[in-house]
Structures are given as C-alpha cells and as structure tokens.
C-alpha cells in the first residue's frame, strides 16, 4: 500500500488539490494507450462532462476558463470518427507513468 501512496504522491505533485476522478483518469489513460474518450466514460462510469472536465484538466486546460492544464494527455480527433477523441499519453505523461511504475513494481 506504500507503493500506491507514493505514485499517488508523485501524479499529486503536479497538482495538489487533484480530484481522484482526475488521477483515475490519467491512470486509465496510461493503462490504455490510444483509448477513445467514451471507453474511458463508460469504464469509469462517468458522465460526458466529467470526462471532458477530466481529460481538460490533463491535457491543455479548460479553454475560456483560464485554466492550465497539466499537459499529461493529448485529445486527439479519431480520423475514422470524427465525433470521437483518441486519449493519448505526452511524452511528460509517458515519463511520469513510468516513474510511476518503477515505484510500484521495482
């Protein structure tokens, strides 16, 4: 359980007042590369705007809203449907990730 703690911690450092949905969130993200938006909502049981609000946050910020995002995810238009949105990990994302592992599994 210290393990999970501290890759709690480590996702919390970049935002200490982080909602759990929004770790939950990048955790899924992270477990499930290239997800669409609506597996992660359907999976997570959350709503259209929680997961907007969420994935938001993660990635860019809310526009109009002044706030900045984290920059963890990207949310990509699908080519094949253009009504979806593919989540995928940044580079910074993918580097956290792993730390995040190395804590856990190491």
């Known amino acids: 359980m210290e393990r ?8 919390r450092l970049r935002d200490r007042e982080m909602p759990g949905q929004v ?3 990048f955790f899924y993200v992270a477990s499930h590369e290239g997800c669409h938006k609506q597996a ?6 959350m709503t259209t705007a929680s997961s907007s609000r969420n994935t938001d946050l ?12 984290l ?14 949105q593919v ?3 940044t580079s910074l994302g993918k580097d956290l990730a792993r730390m995040i592992k190395q804590t856990i599994y190491d």
């Open 23 to 25: 770790a939950c969130t």
């Open 40 to 45: 992660l909502e359907q999976e997570l049981g």
């Open 4 to 11: 999970i703690h501290l890759a709690f911690e480590m996702l």
């Open 58 to 69: 993660l990635s860019k910020g809310r526009v109009g809203r002044g706030a900045v995002g």
């Open 87 to 89: 989540l995928k990990l």
């Open 71 to 84: 920059g963890l995810i990207t949310k990509e238009v699908d080519e094949t449907n253009r009504r979806r």
